[in-house]
Antibody, heavy 119, light 108 residues
Framework: EVLLVDSGGGLVQPGGSLRLSCGAS????????MTWVRQAPGKGLEWVAN????????YYGDSVKGRFTISRDNGKSSLYLQMNRLTVEDTAMYFC????????????WGQGTLVAVSS | DIQMTQSPSSLSASVGDRVTMTCRAS??????LNWYQQKPGKAPKLLIY???NLQTGVPSRFSGSGSGTEFTLSIRNLQPEDFATYYC??????????FGQGTKLEIK
């Protein structure tokens, strides 16, 4: 069974940092692109970042570019999102998902982890 | 950047109805278009990929059509569990996988 478990969310002050994790099992993690998607309270889905199988390719949404870093540890079957210089606009539920190519469909998702940025 | 626009923003229908919603891209995404269903407090669920392909396990009352810049998601014989928010997502541009703003399907 494919399982993705998101963790690491919490309350952080503006300007602070947080590292999210996504633990994967039940599929070839090292053979899969992965992605982070977020959803602010009451809002729609926003794509955040993608990473390829070996971590050599990374892509970011404009709103997080230069502040967030996506990474992975294939030995631990884990995906990460390092978030720096957080603002209140980063308050959201963050989901990791597996990306299946071709057509880059996100077929399995974590349950999400909530990040709240507030003073 | 490729912008995705969904219409309508909300839609009311009854159990047993057929509904159609639209997703438009600001430039051609060929068939790199996926549809997701999301219920409150839950992660999105993949319904349709590559514009027309039904994801394994998704009921056949869901269907997708279109290519280029205009796409539709249709649901026939609406069931109570289908009332949710639906999002399209383009994955044509590797630099940014953008979502539409969503269509909320409500019970009439």
């Amino acid at each position: 069974e494919v399982l993705l478990v998101d963790s690491g969310g919490g309350l952080v002050q503006p300007g602070g940092s947080l590292r999210l994790s996504c633990g994967a099992s039940g599929f070839s993690f090292s053979g899969s692109w992965m992605t982070w998607v977020r959803q602010a309270p009451g809002k729609g889905l926003e794509w955040v970042a993608n990473i390829n199988q070996d971590g050599s390719e990374k892509y970011y949404g404009d709103s997080v570019k230069g502040r967030f870093t996506i990474s992975r540890d294939n030995g631990k079957s884990s995906l990460y999102l390092q978030m720096n210089r957080l603002t209140v606009e980063d308050t959201a539920m963050y989901f990791c998902a597996r990306v299946q190519k071709p057509f880059a469909r996100s077929d399995y998702w974590g349950q999400g982890t909530l990040v709240a940025v507030s003073s | 950047d490729i912008q995705m626009t969904q219409s309508p923003s909300s839609l009311s229908a009854s159990v047993g109805d057929r509904v159609t919603m639209t997703c438009r891209a600001s430039q051609s995404v060929t068939s790199y278009l996926n549809w997701y269903q999301q219920k409150p407090g839950k992660a999105p669920k993949l319904l349709i990929y590559a514009a027309t392909n039904l994801q394994t396990g998704v009921p056949s009352r869901f269907s997708g059509s279109g290519s280029g810049t205009e796409f539709t998601l249709s649901i026939r014989n609406l069931q109570p569990e289908d009332f949710a928010t639906y999002y399209c997502q383009q994955t044509y541009s590797s630099l940014m996988y953008s979502f539409g703003q969503g269509t909320k399907l409500e019970i009439k």
